[in-house]
Every structure is written in C-alpha cells, then in structure tokens.
C-alpha cells in the first residue's frame, strides 16, 4: 500500500508524528507527503532525510494561498523547489482553486502560476500532482494545452469529464471521499485501475477525526468493492502504478 497524496508536515502530527510514521511502516510500502505552502518546505525537507526511503516528498504551491504570498516570495519558493530537485518526487499539489478563490484576478494569477508548475515540472522531468477544486474543466484545458508528461489528478471529483481524463491517460487518485462522494465511486467504477492510485490527504478527510496514511486501506477495500476484484489485487496494482508513476524504485 501506498499512500500518494497526504500532509504530515502539518501541527496535527506535532505530538505524535513519530508514532504515526512507525505505524505507517507496519502496512505501508511507502508515503508521498506534499509540501503545498512556502513556509512549510524546510520542515517537509527534514521529513523525508529522516524517514529516507519511507517518506517522499512532493512540493508546490496551492492555489488557495494566491492571496497570502507576494509574488516575489511565490517566486523564491519556486527556486528553492527547483534547487531541491534531487529530493523530490514530484511538483505539486498545484492548480486552480474556484471554490475558495472568487475573485477573477486572483483567479487569473492562479492559471499563471499553474502554467508555471507545469513548466518546472518539465524542466525538471517530474511528474505534475494536480489541484483542481470548482475548476475542473479549465485545469483541463491548460493541462491538455501545456502538455506536462505525467499528471496525476488529486481529489478529482468532476465526473463529467472524467472521459477527457481517459483520453489523457491521466491519473486520478482516490481518497477517504470514495465513501461519501457519488462522483467518485462513478469515477471509481469507469477509470481502468491501471490508472488509479490511493491517498489521503491526511489530516484532512478522516471518519470525524484527524485521518492518517493508515486510512489507505480503506481506500483499497472500497475500490476492491465498486471494481468487484480482490483487495490485494487493488492493492498490487495500485501499488505499481505509484511505483512506476514516482520512479520510486530507484
């Protein structure tokens, strides 16, 4: 099992980070944290040097902070991105955020910023972790434009589209959502799981409580129902994919 998507950098963990990683270790193979917001970058960097080949790590700028950081400083923590290149795994979670952003020129500075994502990630040959939350169809737009070589939809939910994703061959990975969202068990059910990975995006997204890597599992199990096939089969193949995907082999 691999978790693709969560946040241990986050304060949730403070008191008991260490505690949660040992856990993680007795079921999972491996753990992709994303490092979304400038100020945590240096702790998610000391994350992954002292859990080296557990803990991955993915880093960009969330587009729900376009508000909070000048463009210099959004500017200087894509160069220091870049300069880590060796420690990454990935650029992202980056992308379009219209629920929480409305006004337009923010909105604008949002696609600006992707477009720049999705340049570094090029630039660097990673694959590209994508945030697309009320914006689906405009993220797609500029993906399928700018044309980064490996995508990975995260929290993709928009099962209207879900036939241009197909066509894309991108990625989509499922969370704890799967239970409660309809668009995602259709979503589920029509992506080959040859496409599919599992995440968390811990903390966030628990069962009325602060959710962790662990989860994964009952991500598995509820693909392995909607899909009608062995959770282990799920759980090799999702697996693969985010071997394979990350180049976490080497």
Known sequence: MIDVHCHLEQSDYDEDREEV??????????????????????KSLELIKKYKNFVFLTAGFHPEFISKFSRDEIREYLEKIEKNRNNLVGIGECGLDYYWIKDQKLREEQKKLFIEHINLA????????????????????????????????????????????????????INTSIFRSKNIKKITKKMKIERLMTETDSPWLGFGKRNTPISVKFVIEKIAEIKKLD???VDKITTENAIKFFNLSN
């Open 122 to 173: 090029k630039k660097l040959d990673l694959p590209l972790i994508v945030h697309c939350r009320d914006a689906a169809e405009e993220c797609l737009k500029i993906i399928i434009e700018q044309k980064p070589k490996k995508v990975l939809l995260h929290f993709f939910s928009d099962k209207n589209l879900i036939q241009k994703v197909i066509e894309n061959q991108y990625f989509v990975s």
């Open 231 to 233: 959770f282990s089969a």
């Open 21 to 42: 990683i040992s856990k993680c270790k007795e079921e999972l193979l491996a753990i992709i944290t994303s490092c979304a917001n400038p100020k945590d970058f240096d």
